[in-house]
């Protein structure tokens, strides 16, 4: 664990000692398909989640308190690369590892979990350059096995979600752009299912029907350049089973400002509100205020 730590410690000098390399550290591990954000769970890979390290002060308790948020994809495999029908359908799993702590007594967690996501767009979506659908539908899927230390809970959890891509501004997936080009505004919707079950077998399992919305924005209009990103989650899972948690329907809900000094997003400083059932802590109610250090691959 003091490697992990002294890991995130590091990272930010390597990143901001880039421009003195000859080889950008963050392009090369980008062109591995090596990606780093907040999570993978049940969202896209192009979601623009950075993920977080803050050490905050409880000053009503007085005591200090670390939280980490991080989901690292290891790789990335498009099974239809090399066939005649790529340009028409694509299918990509990438292996990832996620860890969530949170040292603080009130809201302690401590979770790791390692899987498999899949991406799955089963018709081509229309580009200025090529042909298909307007709005295309799309599947996003995950196998994970997770270790809830605080919660003594050893889980297999399984999502299924349907969702709509589109390249056209303003329609899920299509990005928004200022006359200069940049990037202004878009947004992910999701609407599927999530299965939650004890591998030991003796609490049972939970089962939800989830929708879930994701929005970023950045007001101000810079073509190569990015200082600030501001962004809006909100989760609301249905119970259709709930034997494991017992808490019925659930909901989540967080916002973050990211300022990146540099208008390079692998590095910023964020500010996170964030209420309700946290999913990364076995759904436990949570409500917490953090600022603290961002990174992005």
């Known amino acids: 664990m003091k490697r ?39 969202s896209s890979k192009e979601e623009q989640k950075p993920a977080s390290v803050f050490f905050n002060r409880d000053t009503k308790n007085n005591v200090n308190f670390l939280t980490v948020d991080m989901g690292l994809k290891i790789s990335e495999w498009d099974v239809f690369k090399n066939a005649s029908f790529n340009d028409k359908t694509s299918l990509l799993f990438y292996p ?24 799955f767009f089963p018709v081509p979506y229309k580009t200025p350059v090529t042909e298909g659908w307007n709005l295309a539908p799309w599947f996003q899927g995950s196998v994970d096995y997770k270790r809830d230390k605080v919660n003594d809970l050893n889980t ?53 029907w989830s929708n879930r919305l994701f929005m970023e924005l950045w007001p ?29 329907s659930v909901d989540w809900m967080s916002m973050g400002i990211n300022v990146y000094p540099t208008g390079k997003s692998n590095l910023g400083i964020g500010l996170e509100y964030s209420q309700g059932n946290d999913p990364t802590n076995s759904f436990t109610d949570t409500g917490r205020l953090l600022i603290g250090l961002n990174i992005k691959i």
């Open 96 to 119: 990832k590892v996620e860890y969530h702590k949170n040292t603080s007594e009130e809201d302690e967690k401590d979770a790791l979990s390692a899987g498999v996501n899949m991406e």
């Open 4 to 42: 992990l730590y002294l890991f995130f410690c590091l990272l930010p000098f390597t990143v901001m000692g880039q421009q003195e390399d000859k080889t950008d550290p963050i392009e090369w591990l980008q062109k591995a398909n090596i990606g780093l954000r907040k999570t993978y769970s049940g």
């Open 220 to 248: 101000i209009p810079a073509l190569s350049k990015e200082y600030l990103q501001l962004t809006f989650e909100y989760n609301y899972r249905l119970s259709l089973q709930d034997d494991l948690y017992q808490l019925g």
């Open 156 to 208: 297999m959890n399984y999502q299924l979600y349907f969702s709509l891509f589109s390249a056209r501004p303003f329609l899920p997936g299509g990005n928004a752009r200022a006359n200069n080009g940049s990037l202004i505004f878009r947004y992910f919707v999701y609407s599927g299912y999530e299965r939650y079950a004890d591998t030991k077998g003796s609490l049972g399992e939970s089962s939800y």
